[in-house]
């Protein structure tokens, strides 16, 4: 790759597939004529190998790459960011379809003085109460209608960086793609994220309740053990303590969110017996990473 080749390449979009190629399907097609203007690169991560041969073929504008079914998500995400030659590195997964406006206005972002721009999402996946919880905890925060500035924190389902930012922490992520932890530490270093409602996509999964509960136990205990990792003894301990009031805090949060946006009344009251599960989950995953550490719960997010 020659150096004014790689000046051609303005955007790229890493989307970390784990669900199975059907979905990997329908978000390839939502984002198929984006691409064709040009300057832009997809790398597609997966850590299946199933129907990746077919989805080469039907979407050869994009690189894929198969992993070890073993790999996590943010390990594929990692290794994705490794693969771009972008000026703009965008991540995603493989459970969103893109807005026909998405990458316009993404790169329209970058036209400010921002290095991390994130954007909004919309449920496309409403086909049962449980999708809605799911939905509502992980991803209601940047439901419509969301302003348009300086925000404290962005979804790693729709972001984006600045090849420069990205580089500066490559040691952050070499074992693994945190979102959280890694804007964080961009906003310790003086970066702001920038939160771009017009440039939307949409979450479009359907759930198992059993096994998105084991995925929230994991991802919370993981979550909880990386957040404490070098704090004090004391400071862990207030950290236990205050996780035991969770079950109520997380749902009670999801709830006056929702009321202050003013949609979707009606699958909110539905989904609130599972929200309250998977919230009573996610609180006893904390306590765990808080008290016992990791375990293995970071190699269980895949």
């Known amino acids: 790759m020659t150096q004014s080749e790689n000046k051609q390449i303005e955007l790229s979009v890493v989307i970390a597939a784990w669900n199975g190629v059907s979905l990997l399907r329908d978000c390839l097609l939502s984002l198929e004529k984006q691409i064709e203007t040009g300057g832009a690169e997809v790398i597609v991560i997966s850590n299946f190998e ?22 996590t998500v943010p390990e594929l995400r990692a290794r994705g960011i490794l693969e771009t030659r972008g000026a703009i590195v965008a991540i995603l997964e493989d459970l969103c379809t893109f807005d026909c406006n998405w990458r316009e206005e993404i790169e329209k972002a970058y036209e400010k003085p921002y290095s991390i721009v994130g954007g909004a999402i919309e449920n496309f996946s409403g086909a049962t109460a449980l999708d809605w919880a799911v939905y509502f905890y992980d991803y209601g925060k940047y439901m419509l209608p969301v302003s348009s500035g300086v925000a404290d924190t962005l979804s790693g389902m729709n972001v984006s960086y600045k090849r420069e930012v990205l580089n500066l922490l490559s040691d952050n992520y070499e074992y693994g793609f945190f979102e959280f932890f890694i804007h964080e530490e961009l906003k310790r270093r003086g970066h702001q994220l ?24 994991h991802q919370a205990r993981s979550f909880a053990a990386r957040r404490v990792v070098n704090f004090p003894l004391s400071k862990r301990f207030s950290f236990l303590l205050a996780s035991l009031t969770l079950p109520i805090l997380l749902p009670t949060r999801v709830v006056l969110r929702m009321v202050n946006k003013g949609r979707h009344f009606k699958e909110l009251i539905k989904s609130l017996p599972f929200l309250m599960i998977l919230m009573s989950v996610w609180a006893v995953g904390e306590f765990c990473g808080y008290l016992c550490g990791d375990g293995r719960s970071s190699k269980e997010w895949k």
Request: aromatic share 16%; glycine share 2%.
């Open 50 to 71: 199933t129907g990746i041969s077919e989805s080469k073929k039907r979407f050869a504008f994009a690189k894929h790459i198969v992993l070890s079914e073993k790999t």
């Open 194 to 217: 920038y939160l771009m409602p017009t440039a939307v996509i949409f979450h479009n999964k359907n759930y198992d309740l059993r096994r998105i509960s084991v995925q929230f136990y």
